[in-house]
């Protein structure tokens, strides 16, 4: 049995093929390429039962994964991380079943790790030296720690703004780290000019096809977790929108091997008011989504003013009959604290943007009391020790607490 059942590269857009076992970034028409596998045959090779009975990560997924020879599988133990359910918060909200994916609980802190796996575990099966990527913050800690790990060189620039601990991740970890006084959309022009010059791994977002391979195992893992009987809605932080491409990719892979059935879950694109350009679109039934100038929020992986792979995400959402929106952004906060609050867990604030989303859909309707609902909570409120604004009282040190 192969470990990998990888057949070819494919462009959604002109169809033209590729090979797996070559460098690819764009595609000749300048689309991302996707990965195929061979599921017909895999099909007859694999059950649900063997997958459930490997380690608890996502390399069990192997077989539909890109990475053919397990010597080149680059891994700190990432996937497999908790479904919870979400009681007292979905009591609050009245959506009786109401779950959270908790990505915070991966290496680095944040579902980037994911794709940073695959990454670079294909990176360096393909003799990849040196790499480069524009980042938000948690990509470029994820791909320059992996990276470290593969004995792969990364150069990494992020807006001067990101989280102050991803910069730190990224610099602890040894890579070549800028910053730059604007947007990921200003980093990727400079970042493409170096691998234009000097001839680099282009590691950005949907410019390499692996990075979305490993987002997919969300996807998979949802399924798994809910033992194949799939939940009604799936809400994602939408910056690049690669997860959600993703996870639309897995649901589809599993559904051509048989093992679920029936709708797919809505799925549904959350961005934050301020930078909503997927939603935008949505809204006039577009197919692509127009630059977003000025963009800003607190949720700051999802501060993506134009995605690649805009198209991908929007089909992702008109096919499977969800929605785009975008949620308020005075009110992100309050709903992380809510979460942490009422469920205790201390969630990162593009998280916190899906919880808001599934209140907002509820009450417009568009979410029913019984479905069963799941919110990706993208990384840890931990990377964000900023956004919590707290007064804490200082005692003198013969002081006394107060009663309450
Ligand atoms: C990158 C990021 C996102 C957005 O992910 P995409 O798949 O690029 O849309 C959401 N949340 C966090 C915490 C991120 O780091
Ligand atoms: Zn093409």
Redesign the pocket.
């Given at each position: 049995m192969p470990f990998s059942y990888v057949s070819h590269l494919y462009c959604p857009k002109c169809k033209n093929e590729y090979s797996p076992k070559e460098k690819h970034q764009l595609c000749e028409c300048g689309s991302p390429l996707l990965v195929a596998y061979d599921l017909e045959r895999l099909k007859d090779n694999l059950s649900p039962e063997d997958v459930q009975s490997r380690e608890p990560n996502l390399w069990r997924y192997h077989e539909l994964l890109p990475v053919e020879d397990p010597e080149n599988v680059v891994s700190l133990g990432e996937g497999m991380t908790p479904l919870i359910k979400m009681p007292k918060l979905g009591k609050e909200m009245n959506i009786q079943n109401l779950y959270m994916k908790d990505?915070g609980i991966i290496p680095t802190g944040?579902?980037?790790a994911r794709?940073a796996a695959v990454g670079v575990s294909k990176a360096k099966e393909l003799g990849v030296e040196q790499l480069a990527m524009p980042t938000?913050?948690?990509?470029g800690a994820a791909w320059s720690l992996y990276s470290s790990r593969a004995d792969i060189k990364a150069t990494v620039v992020m807006p001067k703004d990101a989280p102050v601990i991803t910069r730190n991740e990224c610099a602890v970890a040894g890579a070549d780290l800028y910053l730059v006084d604007g947007l990921i959309s200003d980093a990727g022009k400079i970042v493409g000019e170096a691998i234009k010059a000097w001839g680099l791994y282009d590691a950005s977002?949907l410019k390499e096809p692996y990075r979305i391979e490993g987002?997919k195992t969300m996807g998979l893992e949802i399924a798994e977790q809910f033992s194949w009987n799939l939940p009604d809605v799936i809400l994602?932080?939408?910056?690049?929108?690669?997860?959600?491409?993703?996870i639309y990719k897995a649901l589809n892979e599993l559904k051509e091997l048989g093992w679920i059935k029936g709708d797919l879950p809505r799925l549904v694109a959350v961005q934050a008011e301020n930078c909503a350009p997927i939603v935008k679109a949505w809204n006039e039934r577009k197919q692509e989504s127009e630059f977003w100038p000025d963009s800003s929020t607190i949720?700051?992986?999802?501060n993506?003013p134009k995605?690649i792979g805009d198209f991908l995400?929007l089909e992702a959402v008109y096919n499977t009959n969800g929605c785009a929106i975008a949620v308020d952004e005075d009110k992100i906060v309050e709903e992380q604290k809510k979460v942490a609050q009422l469920e205790g867990s201390f969630i990162?604030?593009?998280?916190a943007a899906t919880f808001l989303a599934a209140r907002r859909l509820r009450e417009e309707g568009w979410i029913k009391e019984n479905e069963t609902v799941v919110a990706l909570n993208?990384?840890l409120g931990v990377?964000y020790p900023n956004t919590v604004d707290i007064e804490v009282p200082i005692l003198e040190r013969n002081g006394s607490l107060t009663k309450k």
């Open positions: 990505e944040s579902f980037k794709g938000n913050g948690n990509a977002t987002k994602y932080p939408t910056g690049g929108g690669v997860g959600l491409i993703g949720a700051f992986g999802i993506v995605a995400v990162c604030p593009e998280g993208t990384g990377k």
